[in-house]
């Protein structure tokens, strides 16, 4: 089995994360976030949490979510990171969410241990879960990938630097370098590093992940780094200095093969290629603080981490209409719960869709109108338009059909808010108003 390994990822990274982490309510779906126990080597007692969606991919690609400090992984599950199961509904892919244990529930990023190949502490953990995971849903080892916030991001970092045997790819949000946190016991935190004021050459950062995994000789994780310009918690130049460490790794030039600006007050550069299967990739995102990931980048760091394949339509039930006109029952046989789940800047819906008509529903278009100040920036299992104002949510391919009596489950959206959280009024589907509770 070809794989490749995690490690740590610690320090008192702050309870500024809380405030994106305002903890989300789950929508109410079959799958849920469940406990694994003696999952095998754990040298530094990590607790495991995984999510399993109702459908998975052949053989399914496995994502390490690594929460921040003073988190835990259900904190994460149910915060800033719920994004990425929610995707994995839509993709079929299998999230782990670990939980560090150590004071201030920071993962160890800096001792020597976590720092080298098969050293001990966190990382053994995170890659026996990841064993775990692949061995009981015949996982694919060749699609083994991780993602963090804060304390998270740095154990991205030391995963991809220490075990490029075990993860195809990474994104790292507020991170640091790897091996730019390393202290001397009993230190758990370096304010050098944590101040951006580590600056080293791109070779010696490159020389730094090849030195944790001597005669490694295979290939090298991709990477994808987030950071806000107004992070003052691990400062700015972080964010710099990983994109010299990986593009070094890579054998790659310091000069961005693209420059462009995907979303206002985003600058994002790719290093080895222009297309999102570039080996680098930045994102900075101007005047943003501690508080990633937010409205929605969990989507661009799925995408660019090549786990966005849409599953195949269900093998039982009916076929997936394409063409035909959208028809219904008769005049209120549409039954909708709507339910919102918001934090300061953004929310997320959860959304189910009943038939209570005698008749099929054979494709569906979901309308309504966003009250002033929200703003669609992602959807799953419906597409959506436009972003604002009047909104219609229309089926993918797999989900268009409505027996009478059944429902269709999981669909929702991400978007933004100026201050209003209210919901929409009324809703049609078809053009029949639904009941709402």
């Not at 209409?321 to 300061?344: D, E, F, K, Q």
């Amino acid at each position: 089995m070809r794989m490749r390994k995690a490690a740590p990822a610690g320090l008192a990274v702050v309870a500024l994360m809380v405030v994106t982490v305002l903890r989300l309510a789950t929508p109410a779906q079959a799958a849920t976030l469940t406990e694994v126990t003696n999952f095998g080597t754990n040298p530094s007692g990590l607790r495991m949490h995984i999510y399993v969606p109702d459908r998975l991919a052949t053989r399914p690609p496995v994502l390490v979510a690594v929460h921040y400090c003073t988190g835990s992984g259900p904190a994460f599950f149910n915060g800033s990171g719920r994004e990425f199961a929610t995707l994995a509904d839509q993709y079929g892919y299998i999230v782990i969410y670990p939980s560090a244990t150590r004071s201030g529930q920071c993962f160890d990023v800096y001792t020597q241990q976590a720092l080298s190949h098969d050293g001990g502490s966190d990382p053994v953990g995170i890659v026996s879960m990841v064993r775990y995971a692949l061995q009981r849903y015949n996982g694919d080892p060749d699609r083994v990938y991780v993602t963090g916030a804060s304390s998270g991001g740095m154990m991205t970092n030391v995963l991809l630097g220490a075990y490029p045997d075990v993860f195809t790819a990474g994104a790292a949000f507020m991170g640091v370098p790897f091996a730019c946190f390393a202290t001397t016991p009993p230190n758990t935190w370096n304010s050098e590093c944590a101040n951006g004021q580590i600056i080293r050459t791109p070779q010696q950062w490159g020389d730094l992940v090849r030195g944790a995994f001597p005669g490694y000789t295979g290939p090298r994780p991709r990477m994808q780094v987030w950071h806000g310009t107004a992070d003052a918690t691990l400062r700015y130049p972080n964010f710099g200095e990983q994109i010299k460490q990986w593009t070094n790794v890579h054998g790659l030039s310091q000069t961005p093969s693209l420059t462009d600006s995907p979303s206002p007050g985003w600058t994002r550069t790719r290093y080895g290629g222009t297309g999102v299967a570039a080996r680098v990739e930045g994102i900075s995102l101007a005047n943003v603080g501690h508080s990633l990931p937010m409205n929605g980048m969990a989507a661009y760091a799925i995408r660019f981490l090549g786990l966005d394949t849409a599953l195949p339509p269900p093998t039982s039930g009916p076929p997936p209409t394409s063409g035909p006109p959208p028809t219904s029952g008769p005049p209120g046989a549409c039954r909708l719960t709507y339910t919102m789940n918001a934090w300061n800047t953004g929310f997320t819906t959860a959304i189910t869709i009943t038939n209570a008509g005698t008749a099929t529903i054979n494709g569906w278009a979901l309308a309504f109108t966003l009250p002033t100040g929200q703003t669609i920036t992602s959807s799953w299992n419906a597409t959506y338009s436009p972003a604002t104002g009047a909104v219609t949510l229309r089926n993918v391919g797999y989900n268009g059909v409505i027996a009478p009596g059944g429902s269709v489950r999981d669909i929702g959206f991400q978007a933004t808010h100026t201050g209003n959280t209210g919901r929409p009024g009324t809703f049609t589907l078809n053009g029949q108003t639904c009941t709402v509770g």
